[in-house]
Every structure is written in C-alpha cells, then in structure tokens.
C-alpha cells in the first residue's frame, strides 16, 4: 500500500482576531475602491482644490496609492506581452529593444501631453481622462525595465523545461503560466519594487502639471505636496512627507516582503533551503480560517484559468504515410502582416507629425537647446561624480559587513524609493541659506535623485567580493591607495558602472525636477535641458518640448551605448568573480 | 507476431542540421534508419557530439529532422509522439512543485480518482511513496530521477525514451537505479518494456538493451547494431556479458581511435577534404597541455585498455579518447588495437624536467601543420601582432568542420604552455614568443595554464 501524506493543516489556534483582520482589511479594500471610483466619476475639475489639513491625508494618499497600482499592473501587462512578443518574433526583436532603449530615455514630461490633451477630451464629463493620464504617466516611469527584466529571463529559461512544455503539449496559456513567468519571478518582482520607486519619482509633476498655460492637478500625495510647497506651509510639507514613507514602508511591508519570500519558491538552484524561512505575516494567515478559504477559492479558480494540458493525442499529431507537409498558420501570418502594417503606418504617422514639429524649430532655437543639453550634462556628470565620492567608500564598508549591511538595507531601500523631489524645496532653500544659487545648488538636487543608484550596487558588489579575496588582500597587507588600486575598486567595479547606468539615466530625468522650482511661490531657474523642458511644456510648446525632449534620449542612448555599455562589458570581462 | 509487423517507431533515412536559414552547418545526424519494436530495450551508444540526444528528441517528435521521415505504429509523425514519454538528463522537475504536482504534470485531464490511483501506482514503482508532498529541492540525485521516471511512466506511455538517465548521479545510486529499471525491464508483468535510452556507458548498455545501436561522430550515423539475447536478469561478470562488452568496445575504438600511424591519423580526426588537404591543418582535440601530461604521466609503461583508462580515472570514455587523440597527434603515444601506448618520445618526456618538457611540447607542435599556419599567420602581420578576431576568422576559414571558439582556446592554451606565442588578453594580440625575449624570464617558470573548460 503507499503510505500518502496529506498536506499538513496548520494549527488554528489564535485564528479569530486574524479572521476578522482579514475581513476588516477586505472591507477597506472595498471601501477605497468605491472612493476612488467616486472620485474619478465626479465632474470633470481640471485644477482640484488641495486640502492641506491633516483630515484629508488619507484620502490623498488612498488616491495615489490606487493611482500607483493601476500603474503598475498596466506596466505589468505591456511587460508581459511585449517582452514575450519580443522574445518569439525574431524579426521584430530588434526593433522592439531599441524603441523600448529610447522610450525609457526620454523624460516623462515628453509623454504627458501626449496623453494629457486626448484623454482629457475623451472624457469630457468626468475626471477619467485626467486620472488616466496620471496614471499613463506613472506607468511610464515603471514599465521599462520590468519589461528588460522579463525579456531577459524568459532568454534565460532553461532548455530543459521549455523540452518538457513542447512534450507535455503545453499551449501558450499554459506555457506562459507553467513555465515562464514562475522562471520570470524573482527577476520580475525585484524589478517591480524598483520600478514602483521610479513611480513615485514624478509624483509632484505626474499628479500636478501644466501643460500650455493650463494647470492639471488631481488629488494625491503628489500634488498636495505640490501646493504645501509653493504655499510654504511648513507643517504641511512634514504631513506629506510623513503620509508618502507611510505608503512606502506598508507597501514594502505588506506587499513586497510577503511576495518576496514566496517567490523564493521558484529559485531553480538545488541548495537553497526554500520554503522554510515563512515570515509571520505568512504563518499568521496560514492558521486563519478566511485565508483558508481564500486559498482555496484561488486554487479552485486556477485549476480553471489554467487548465492541465491535453497529452498528444494521435489524430493530432499522426497523418497516413505520404501526406505532403502541412502548410501552417497561412492565416495566422496574413493577420501578423495586417497587424504589422498597421503598426508601421502608425509609426510613420508618428514620425511624421514628430518631424513637422521640429521643422518648426529655429536654428537658434536649436543652438540653445545644445548650449542648455551641455549644461545639464555637466550637473549629470558632476552629480554622479560626486555621489561616486561618497557612495563608493560607504557602500564599500557596509557591502563588506553583514551585520551592517542587514541594519542600513531597509534604511537605504526606503530612501531610494522615497520621491526626493518633494523634498527639493526644502533642500533648495538650505542651498540658498548657505548663498548658494540653484545653477549651482541643481547638482546637490540631482544628487539627491540617484546617489542609492550608485550605493545599492556598490555595496551589493561589495557583499558579493569572495571571502578568499579579502582574507588574500590582508595577508598581503594591502593597504592605503594600493588596496583600493589594487583589490576594491576592481573588485567592485561591474557593481559600480551598473550603478553608474542607472544613475545618469536618472540624473537627466531628476533634471526635470531639479531645474526649476516654485517655492513660497517664488520660481526659481536654472539654466539647462531638463527646465527648457519644463518651459516648453508649460507653453504648450510642443516642437520645442520635442526636440529638448528628442535630444535628451538620444544623449542618454548615445552615452549609454557609447560609454557605459562598453565600461560595463570591459569591467565584465576583467573584474568578475568566476564561481 | 503481430507486432513484429507494424514497428513502433521506424526512422527512415533521418538527418538533421541546426543550420539558420542561409547558412551552412554540419548535420548533426545522417541517413540513420532504425526501427523499435515492441519489447526492445534499445540503447543509444555513442561519444558526445554523436547526435544520440537528437535522435532520442526526433523520435518523441521534439524536433522535426531536417531530412527524412519519423513513423509511429505505421502512421507518419507530425507533432509530438502520443506514446513516447522522456525522462531527462538533469531531471527537469519544476521546483515549485511537489512531487505529487510533478508526477500528476501529464495527466492532468484525467478525472481525480484516476489520477490518485496511478499516482500510488507509479509512485510505488519507483519507491517514492512517501515523498508524495516533498519538493525536488528537499530530494537527492537518484530520487529525483525517479521522480522523472515516475512523471514519465505515469502517462502509460508505449516507448520509455530516457536521455542519459544515470549520467547526472553518483556512481552507487546510478548503479542502483540501473538495477532497479533492469528489474522493471525483465518484469513480464509490467506494461512498459518497450524502452530507447541515450548513454556513453558500455556497461550499462549491455545491462538494459536487447540491441545497442552504436553510433560515429561527424556526422552523427549508425555505425553497428549490436542484439543482446542475454536473459535478465544480467550479470556484468558473467563471460557472456563481458563478452559483449569487449566486442563494443572494439567497434568503439574503431570509430573513434586512429590504428595505424600518425600520419594516416588525419583521416579519422578530422575528415577532410581532399583536394584542401595540401592547406587544410589537422585539427587539435580541445584539451589542454595537463590534461595531456597527466594523462602520459598516469599511463605507465605497459599499453592500457583505453576503456579501462576512461574507467581508471572516472571519466567519460569520449573524454579519454580526446586526450589520448592529442597525445597521439603529438606522437607521445601509440594506438594499437583499443590500447594506448606511450612512445619512445612520450617516455622521455614523462621522464623529462619542466623546461624540457616544455621544448619537446614545443618541437611536436611545431610540426603541426595548425602551429604552421597560426606561425605564419603572425609573421605577415605588420608588427607581428595577430588580434584574436583575424586567428579566428582564419580558422573558420580552414577547418570549417570545427568550433572556431574552441579550437581558439585550445591553440592558445598549447601555444602559450609551450612558449611559440603570447597572447594580450587586454588587447587580444597575439604575438611570437620569441619577439618578446626581454621578458621571456619572467614567463619562464610558467606553470600550465588552467584547463579549458570541457565541453
């Protein structure tokens, strides 16, 4: 007889309270949702009324936070189908990577009008369209390298299993939920949570703009943020600040940490010891009856959403002998072709209209635009030099000690997903305390933008240096200007140009931000690309806000494949540890 | 007697190249006609690079070969086989799956009670019972195979194919597993006795088949098929069995070891065109300079059985064989029969001091005609400097037949062992050795470079 083993059922002792947090919880769910949908179905008011007391806060931050979600679930939808049609289109794969390269270079100003002036017009009645061009613009920030990310594991998964998909007749459906997104996971969660901060990064611009002397704003954290800046409201600002790490850390917390740990359930290698390191979280709701029943309902639901697949059957895959090879998928390639068509035609009606607007630029209008692209880059250059300064030492000492390494880590993920825009005010007006002026005070703003770029890879490379390598520069009493010669800096360096990457593709959009300021409303200017983009979206200007807008990624493109890429697979070569 | 009629499978005239559209490449398989029916445990014998995995996939209808045709019970495959089942290599368990979801993978559409019966069935078959709720992570190598083997056999498919289903565990749990499948096969009771299964295990071939199915290298094709009427269960002592084992390993040598002398040894290391042969270079195996030594070091005076060396030092027969080739190549060592023999000059330079084994390293390789061509092509060069880019197109050029990339690695690991070249990792230079005798003491005492990895 076989001896079978059924699931163990965890205890249900202290489940009752636990029930009825999860029903309260669901409850709240229920009661945002109605909320937010109250909100985006009022009268349309293009310039809402900011309420800076402390009363209407949660709302706000209610708001953002479903803004943010319904972001990055459209993120995560372009994810999954671009980069699988990326991935099984060899023709169109190349295409596809340089359009995504370029797209994730330009600022997300340059999208804004794009979606603002139709939305707004789709919905004339209601606050959708606005809602909707906040959330297109958040998803702009998130969605690109979830989709490299994804594109990269399903290039990664291995061999074997997509074998075993083709044996086991596995279709697309099953394919795509059997194999290739649990192989996708880890990569894909890490990129959310980075992703998720790059949201949050424009939230002052995405929640409250102006485009052609028309001011948009949208009730959010971003926005109140926006109007307790420019009032000069103090206590306001704190709340803000206050409210937004509040939605960062239960995010990180509730969300990101629980799916973090259950994702380690799809690591391939053989020796981790996976499933057993459950959080409380976890526990806690494994012993609730309703989590129970949850689970339970969303196993049932599976088993329908992703049916077992069929076994080959032999009418299938069996003709008589001398049967002529079947012509395929005839139609299939005949609605590709359409499709493609189709695609093409727009991108040419894109090209074009892109190409009547810049026509529309001076020469000297050019002339300014190339004086302002070089000053930005030198405040680029000089902010990630100096965060190099800093970060590299630091990263350094914690990324070599584990004990600090596990007390800073939270720290830093909470700083790097904290929007520092909403803190340029305050910084701006330290510059200008000390005499500063904000041409020079940019850099400290940008600075501020993309340093934990530089620090989270510098100290995970520092994390990474093998054991024997240290014990080696020891022994060899390596020290001073030698030791970092000679052991650290080569030893952290693929870490630190990938940090380098990130953060000047960062440090231009923060030039955005960081160039012109309202604050007490006082404006405040510096001169470069990232505020004659500002400008020119003000304006409504929209050949201008183009070509600043165009110039702008083909810098970050160019440099990138120019400079860094080559660094990168240099440093590849010469400075990692073969395993 | 019917089914002697109508075969299982019946491959008619298979080839099969991974050639991208416009380009060419080497088949991989060639002309390879064989026929399974049912009852016959059929073993896949072969070295690495022999197509032996292709063939298994072609005949699950994983991949549909270029040329020729794939039948199943009489009717022309399109698709994948109904009956065939795989078990792979390196197990290719979902690890987010229990056993209990990894097994019941396949029969997915049958109705739950169904499945629960078979689930114990196969289960118990393979001794898994207990682990139904365990995951792979938590297994060892020989229990997950049997989790593989158990997913397989539970679709109660006609034809096991099983692709180098020991080669990734120990030798006592292969040896175990071995013979517990051995069992299974001899079993009259049992439903599945019809099996094809890919190894480059001598042993284990006249273990389980009732025909071995000897295949060649470049391109992959049949060379013998070898029937094996011993009754189960077998007895790897016994002199029937040894018999044939000594019989395979014959037709192995063979196809695989020059036996004559050095100068003929080109027409079986690389088959070459005859009209290029006056330009063409021989070929170098991917092995590097102390794979080579320690192999002459470890061989001793006597001639030794090729098999016995692979079987001496745990290592794959194709393995051996690569390095006895190159060792022959650079006349160190005689191949009579199956046997490998050290010369005259590879007792000297066993015997011989580090500086000097270098020099006759140095001398052999020389008379390459490889050693020629990457001499000459340094010393046209400009500043006789050849970047890594030019030596490779060059070799593609020359031996279109090999792996550019390889046989790159492996130039340089000799050329630099033996100090005829020097190559600039930095810049990807190549340059004469002896250009440099500035700094020719400090490279002196060079110990040999790290090994190349295998492929």
């Known amino acids: 007889m076989a001896i079978t083993l059924t699931r163990p059922v965890p205890e249900r002792r202290s489940a009752v309270w636990l029930d009825a947090l999860i029903l309260v919880g669901f409850a709240a769910f229920l009661f945002g949702a109605a909320s937010v949908a109250r909100e985006w179905s009022q009268p349309r008011n293009l310039t809402v009324d900011i309420d800076l007391s402390l009363r209407s806060l949660p709302k706000y931050a209610l708001y953002t936070f479903a803004r943010a979600w319904l972001a990055y679930l459209l993120s995560l939808l372009f994810t999954l189908i671009v980069a699988s049609w990326a991935f099984y289109d060899e023709r169109a794969r190349r295409f596809i990577l340089v359009a995504l390269d370029i797209l994730q270079s330009l600022p997300v100003l340059a999208f804004l009008p794009v979606f603002e002036l139709p939305l707004i017009a789709l919905f004339p009645h209601s606050n959708v369209g606005l809602e909707l061009v906040c959330v297109l613009a958040m998803f702009t920030g998130q969605v690109w390298n979830m989709t490299f990310s994804y594109y990269d594991s399903l290039r990664g998964t291995p061999p074997d299993f997509r074998m075993l998909g083709k044996l086991y007749n596995f279709n697309w459906w099953n394919r795509f939920w059997r194999v290739e997104l649990p192989f996708g996971a880890q990569g894909l ?246 005499g500063g002026t904000l041409q020079w005070g940019a850099v400290l703003l940008i600075l501020f933008g993309t340093q934990w770029y530089i620090l989270f890879n510098v100290a995970g490379a520092a994390a990474a240096i093998p054991n024997d390598i240290v014990c080696c520069a020891d022994i060899l009493r390596l020290s001073g200007w030698r030791r970092w010669q000679k052991f650290l800096i080569p030893a952290i360096l693929p870490g630190l140009v990938t940090g380098w990457i990130t953060a000047a593709g960062g440090a231009w959009n923060a030039t955005i931000v960081s160039e012109i300021l309202t604050v007490h409303g006082h404006a405040y200017e510096a001169t470069g690309l990232g505020a004659y983009i500002s400008h020119a979206t003000d304006a409504g200007d929209f050949s201008r806000l183009t070509a600043a807008s165009l110039v702008m990624a083909l810098i970050v493109v160019v440099v990138n494949r120019s400079v860094w890429k080559r660094i990168q697979s240099l440093a590849n070569e010469r400075c990692r540890f073969i395993t | 007697m019917d089914s002697a009629s109508t075969p299982l499978i019946e491959l008619r005239h298979i080839g099969h190249d991974y050639a991208a559209a416009g380009q060419q490449s080497e088949p991989v398989l060639s002309d390879i006609n064989l026929t399974i029916r049912e009852n016959d445990a059929v073993a896949l014998l072969g070295p690495s690079g022999c197509g032996k995995s292709t063939l298994l996939r072609v005949m699950a209808g994983l991949i549909s070969p270029t040329q020729g045709e794939v039948f199943y019970k009489g009717m022309l495959l399109r698709g994948i086989s109904p009956g065939v089942s795989m078990v792979f290599q390196n197990f290719a368990l979902f690890p987010w799956l229990t056993v209990h979801g990894n097994v019941l993978l396949p029969v997915g559409t049958l109705p739950a009670a169904e499945q629960q019966s078979r689930l114990e069935k196969v289960l118990n078959t393979v001794g898994l019972g207990a682990y139904e709720y365990a995951y792979p992570r938590e297994l060892s190598g020989g229990m997950k195979q049997r989790v593989g083997i158990a997913r397989a056999l539970i679709a109660e498919p006609e034809v096991l194919a099983m692709d180098e289903p020991f080669s990734a565990l120990d030798v006592l749990t292969a040896e175990t597993l071995r013979g517990e499948i051995g069992r299974l096969v001899a079993d009259p009771n049992h439903p599945l006795r019809t099996m094809v299964f890919v190894t480059h295990n001598i042993t284990e071939a006249v273990f389980l088949a009732t025909r071995i199915v000897v295949m060649a290298a470049g391109p992959g094709r049949v060379d013998v098929v070898v029937p094996n009427t011993l009754p189960y269960p077998r007895d790897p002592d016994a002199p029937e069995f040894k018999q044939i084992v000594e019989r395979l390993h014959g037709i192995l040598t063979h196809t ?117 061509l990457l001499v000459r092509l340094i010393k046209v060069q400009e500043n006789q400097q050849l970047t890594a880019e030019e030596l490779l197109r060059e070799l593609q050029a020359a031996l279109p037949h090999e792996k550019p990339k390889l046989l790159f690695r492996t130039l340089l690991s000799w050329g630099r062992y033996a100090e005829i070249i020097s190559y600039d990792q930095r810049r990807h230079l190549i340059r004469n050795y002896e250009s440099r005798g500035a700094q020719r003491t400090r490279t002196a005492a060079a110990v040999p470079p790290a090994d190349v990895a295998q492929s």
């Open chain 2, 256 to 372: 695989n070891l020059p036996e004559t002398t050095p100068a003929e040894a080109g027409r079986v290391v690389t088959p070459i065109d005859e009209s290029r042969r006056r330009i063409a270079p021989v070929s170098l195996p991917y092995v590097t300079p102390a794979e080579v030594l320690g192999l002459l070091a470890l061989m001793g005076d006597a001639s030794t059985d090729v098999f016995e060396l692979a079987e001496r030092f745990g290592k794959e027969f194709g393995y051996v064989v690569r390095v006895v080739k190159a060792a022959e190549l650079l006349e160190f060592v005689q191949t009579p029969q199956h046997d490998a023999l050290l010369t005259p000059l590879g007792q000297r330079l066993v015997a011989a001091s580090t500086a000097d084994q270098k020099r006759m390293v140095r001398e052999q390789l020389l008379k390459l005609k490889i050693f020629e």
């Open chain 1, 189 to 434: 969660l890490y990129n959310s949570m980075v992703s998720m901060a790059g949201g949050w990064f424009f939230l002052t611009i995405t929640e409250a703009s102006t485009i052609g002397n028309q001011a948009y704003r949208v009730p959010g954290l971003g926005s109140y943020m926006s109007v307790a800046n420019d009032r000069g409201d103090v206590r306001a600002v704190i709340y803000g600040i206050i409210a937004m790490s509040l939605v960062i850390v239960v995010v990180d917390r509730l969300i990101w940490g629980p799916l973090v740990s259950w994702s380690r359930k799809f690591k391939l290698d053989d020796f981790g010891t996976g499933g057993s390191r459950k959080s409380r979280l976890q526990l806690w709701l494994a012993r609730s009856v309703a989590a129970q029943q949850i689970g339970a309902f969303l196993q049932r639901g599976k088993s329908r959403l992703i049916p077992p697949p069929k076994p080959p059957t032999a009418a299938e895959s069996l003709v008589p002998p001398g049967t002529p090879p079947a012509q395929r998928g005839k139609f299939n390639r005949g609605l590709y072709y359409v499709l493609l068509f189709v695609l093409v035609l727009l991108l040419a009606k894109g090209a074009q209209s892109i190409w009547l607007l810049l026509a529309q630029v001076r020469g000297s209008e050019w002339l300014i635009i190339l004086r302002d692209a070089g000053l930005s880059f030198a405040r680029v250059l000089a902010a990630v030099l100096l965060g190099t300064l800093w970060t590299v030492p630091f990263g350094i000492w914690i990324g070599l000690n584990p004990k600090l390494s596990n007390r800073f880590q939270p720290f830093i993920q909470f700083v790097a997903s904290f929007p520092s825009p909403m803190i340029y005010p305050a910084l701006l007006l330290l510059v200008l305390a000390v």
